[in-house]
């Protein structure tokens, strides 16, 4: 059986249906504090939180557990830099206690969620992954740490582990049964399809004058059902025998803001309202993503690399249920 924490929230619940696709038993944990209960599409699922012992105890007693994916975390940049006691409790306090667990109940493979937030602002783009990790907010240091704590248990304690940095995640499943919901929701294309929506006054540019082709910041955005694939392909991998590693999970494209917003005025056919502000602190210019080692090693090739197509799946999703 498979363990996802954090499996009720955005791309742990498109993970999970992907693995239940594939035949898998799957149980989830998650403290609902952002996921949805009706997102998880697993027969198990347990609310709990990293940080209570007893619970987890409990989960790995209860369940026969061969490998765990890792999602649960607090994941926004801005809000790192201002709670940054809360961010390294629950996201790298909460892993060393999901170690701890696995470590006593003989759990050796573990898939973690990082981020192309370890890099900060980079020198050479597209990234790989062996580039410095010098990251520009709290986040992004709870992230590394963790991946350093991984690499010290691989190392000492026998955990077999993959780091999956995600670059911008996006869109939502085809038939539009999961999506993203964040609250708040700090996303580029939910924040721009609520204010084709109306459930936004307008979109707000950060900044206008970066050394890139239109002065606006550029993202590689993942689809969330590659996402899926890969954690599927990682999983593989370390029951094959794999001791795991790193890797940039991105379409290796990269799309301004502005070419965000266009393309989202494309796919819905909506005026929207754009204000230009000023640059945010820790931004940087661009980040793309040299996911050639995931495809060589994980036999991993993200499938939607159109942006429109993207766009489409979170437009049919929020037009459902709301967004931003
Ligand atoms: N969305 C992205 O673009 C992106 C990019 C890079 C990395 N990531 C990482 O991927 C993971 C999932 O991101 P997401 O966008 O699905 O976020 P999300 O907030 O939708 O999902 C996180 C889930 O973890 C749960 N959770 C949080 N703290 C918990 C705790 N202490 N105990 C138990 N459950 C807890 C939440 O309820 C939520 O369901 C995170 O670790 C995030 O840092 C996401």
Redesign the pocket.
Known sequence: MILV?????????HCVRELVREGRDVVV????????RDAVLAQRFVE????DSTALERVFAEHDIEAVL??????CVGESMVQPERYYE??VG?TINLLRQMRSSGVRQLVF?????VYGDPRQVPIPEDHGKNPTSV?GRT?WIVEEILADCARGSGLRYVAL??????GAASDGRLG???RPET?LIPLVLAAAMDARREVRVFGTDYDTPDGTCIRDYVHVDDLSRAHAAALRALAAGSSGGAYNLGSMQGFSVREVIETCRRVTGRAIRVVDGPRRPGDPPSLVADSRLARRELDWVPEITSLDEIVRTAWAWAQAHGVG
């Open positions: 924490t954090g499996g009720a929230g955005y791309v742990g619940s944990f998650d403290n609902l504090s952002q996921g949805r709990g939180d990293l940080l890792h999602f649960a975390g607090l994941i629950q996201n909460g969620s990082s981020s192309a937030a986040y992230k940095r995600y670059f911008n995640a996006a993203e919901t964040h996303h």
